[in-house]
């Protein structure tokens, strides 16, 4: 048996900064860049938030001040690297039990060059799919290494 | 279990299903027509989609005599193209904030003033 499932999603660009004012930039500063037409609530949105900590909130404001959690803070290693959780299913809602991942990562390739990745991975627990992988595991047909390998998708 | 019992396939990883999933992504395409564009052969094609298709990724109906590809609305398609769409954007986004002069510098706790 084989399991299938999206590969990640990775961009990257390479910006004429610092990776310690990248870092900022991307993380306290989100709320000034994020394009407002990428979101998640009803209400038209105001602003982005992401605390700066391990344990901190992502989430939108609208303009009518009602706020949608997007995820949270998973790992934060300034200037080179933030973890996020971005936990909206495949029906647009928040799910606290949902995890997929968000990995930044920022490369200082000269004194004022940055190179900056992003990879959002573990798509395959997202929507229906999901609970597919979840009824396979559930049989008694094994997939023991599978198990090991998304545990913490069953743990969910 | 054999250790291939372990084995993960990523769906996108593979050239030509990246580009067939990108295909579908402007619209339903009939394999024939998914085939006459790609240089692998239509075996090869039908092969690719059908991984798509057990990824979650698209699904397929018949259309007459022809069988039709599209993403999956209910599946993984439509949110990966989303956020696939979504980081492009944001991280052009913030390309151009970073690099502009309005951009302030990062916090320095110590001539930080209370």
Avoid at chain 1, 6 to 17: Q, T
Avoid at chain 1, 79 to 105: M, N
Avoid at chain 2, 5 to 13: D, E, N, V, W
Wanted: hydrophobic share 40%; charged share 25%; aromatic share 8%.
């Amino acid at each position: 048996m084989t399991l299938i499932h999206p590969a990640p999603v990775r961009k990257s660009v390479v910006v004429k900064a610092t990776a310690e004012r990248s870092f900022a930039t991307f993380t306290s500063g989100i709320g000034r860049w994020w394009p407002r037409s990428k979101s998640i609530g009803s209400a038209p949105q105001a602003d982005v938030v992401l605390e700066p900590h391990v344990g901190g909130r992502w989430y939108e404001r609208g303009t009518d001040g009602s706020e949608c959690e997007w995820g949270k803070v998973l790992q934060w290693q300034a200037p080179s690297r933030v973890v996020l959780a971005w936990q909206i299913g495949s029906d647009w809602k928040f799910d606290p039990t949902l995890v997929t991942e968000v990995e930044i990562t920022f490369t200082a390739l000269s004194a004022s060059e940055t190179r900056v990745e992003i990879e959002h991975r573990h798509l395959e627990r997202l929507g229906p799919h999901a609970a597919r992988i979840r009824e396979a595991f559930d049989s008694d047909n094994g997939w023991t290494g599978v198990l090991k390998e998304l545990s913490g998708f069953l743990r969910g | 279990m054999k250790n291939q019992a372990a084995a993960a396939l990523s769906a996108l990883a593979d050239p030509t299903r990246r580009q067939l999933f990108e295909r579908l992504r402007a619209g339903p395409r009939a394999v024939g027509e998914l085939a006459r564009a790609s240089p692998v052969s239509r075996p090869a094609v039908s092969q690719h989609l059908a991984v798509l298709k057990a990824a979650g990724l698209v699904r397929d109906k018949a259309s007459g005599t022809r069988r039709v590809y599209e993403i999956d609305p209910k599946g993984l398609g439509e949110i990966r193209a989303w956020i696939d769409d979504m980081w492009e954007s944001a991280l052009r986004a913030f390309a151009a904030d970073v690099e502009s002069e309005g951009n302030p510098e990062p916090a320095d706790e110590s001539s930080k003033i209370a």
